[in-house]
DNA sequence: CTGTTAGCGCCTTCAT
DNA sequence: ATGAAGGCGCTAACAG
């Protein structure tokens, strides 16, 4: 006697009088069994609280309903939380699960690409933002497994990204259309040779909305952060310049915030003595009321998993590079040039 | 002649001159087999880049491998982040594979519960801070598939908590300490009625709290928000107070935030002219200051772990319910009774 | 220590 | 429209 919580087809075969194979039919949905048969074995498999075993079918059937999502990033993270939420919800209208595999370290890092455990595990991989080195862009395409890239973009691989320049050019043309010729950037340096990040492709739209401005490029200021929590030391180096930029781009909301904060402990308050655009449009952005250049996660995960469910059903992609706009978002951190004046 | 990439055990016991069985046992590093065909296995397995299939092999066992985590919340959310990190990583060392379930909202909340998706599919299931109805709580016994609730305790379930109550007792206490006696309490009010929600629990600290210093009940103050954002309301509920506390205990760090920055725009500034406990330890409590009663979510995570891995294995645990300690942190926000005066 | 033999639970021809 | 049979890739006795 079968428990419950363990029914195979088997048993909901017996109960329906019918063959596991009518069972199976039944349970997919196939037209070629009667209405009326159908019924009976639903009856039967709700009685029995039956479930398919993922398990079973997938080795059956050669695809597993599994897809999987590569993190090089803490999943607390805004960025990779935000783009799984989205992953999450398309995947689940088509029923298909999706497990993590996160890269948080070198350690990890090196473990996944030498033990590739999503290696015949799952139907299609989606790579979230992540630099890879050649090496792992080659170790990845080996695997004969469905990809997708998100935020970089690879010959061949179909992929999904912002505009990284274009969008920080448009923030930094909002400042200037406030007026603003002293503007500096604020870039996160993550020191890691080799890897081109969002953050090399942001200060070019930054250099390009200067020059397009006929700033000459002597007049740029760039501001180097070693990690998007260290406000302090940008706060410090930008009081010690001799002629301070009226507004400042800075290369992610985090640290926007990060140094909005200590400006404002140093009496610097936004936007009454400097303007500052974040980028990302992070959950705090909106809270802080930081203006920022706003990335649509939710588009790129969804596009993301669009891609990853097409290929994993075998499907050809008939625009397999998706470009995904971003938008200048206007709040309380950016406004005209200070007039000079008391205080 | 197979593809590297699809290479199956067939494959590697043809290249290594052995049977499959041999190679199932060499590549799970069984003591049966001898040193030497184990290095010539291994070999034969590099060089056709094979990987073990999860699904062959969890139906051949009767486990999968794999182990689910139920998250009641946006996977963006500080919480469900950093839960998922912590469990990552302790599944990541013993080899077992994440799948993730997200009830957001009621719709996903019932399509959850109708089709349990979990069963079957994973080996346990972490239920992650949510607050079950008790239909919930019996459909999911009824799975016969183990369980782990976090920060959840029910009779029979394994479990692994934070004690919210005596965490908010030791956070007000703090405020006694400073020497504040009015000390109001914030709270987000979901209003869904039936549900015990950790909001609940923590207020009751503060009531324990306020009671063991001899505070009177009349005194006691508590300011309520719909939502974790909604800090305007509180800062407008503050003001409109005849005798305003000097300490306000908030149940949640992401609601003190709010209404910090509130109190702030209306010149009211922690800790000079009021301190501001928080709750959780939020990544945003660090960055900006916030003293608060740190909840160990990687621990929380961690335990929960463990024990589905325990479980998942068939052992029994012996210490099936955990409770972590929380730890009260003074940030910017805390200090003594501001002296009345000019400002 | 290694090979042989049965499945694990489902899906898919191929018959009927 | 339904059933029978074989196989997906691996593991677990059971032999030897």
Redesign the interface.
Known sequence: MP????ASMADVARLAGVSVATVSRALRGSPLVSAETTARVTAAADEL?F??????S??ARGR?G?IGVLVGA?????F???V??AV?ARL?QA?V????F?T?DAA?RE?FFT???A???VDALIVASFELTGAERARLA????PLVYLNQRVRGVPSVAIDDAGGMQEGVQSLLDHGHRRIGFVRTDLRQPGFVFSSDRRIEGYRRAMAAAGVPEQDLVVLSAPSP?AGELVARSYRALADPPTALAVDSDDLA??VL?ELDQGGVRAPRDISVIGFDDH??AA??GLSTVAQPVDDLGTEAADLALMLAAGEVPTHPDVLVATRVVHRLTTGPVPTPGPR
């Open positions: 428990t419950d919580s363990h609280s479930a398919i075993s993922r398990a079973a997938g080795l597993l599994r803490p999943l607390r993270t805004w990779s939380g935000s799984l939420d999450y689940a029923d699960e999706l497990t993590i996160r948080q990890e473990a033990r590739l455990p290696r015949r595990n080996s695997l004969d497994l929590d915030l990060s904060v959950a705090y809270r802080m």
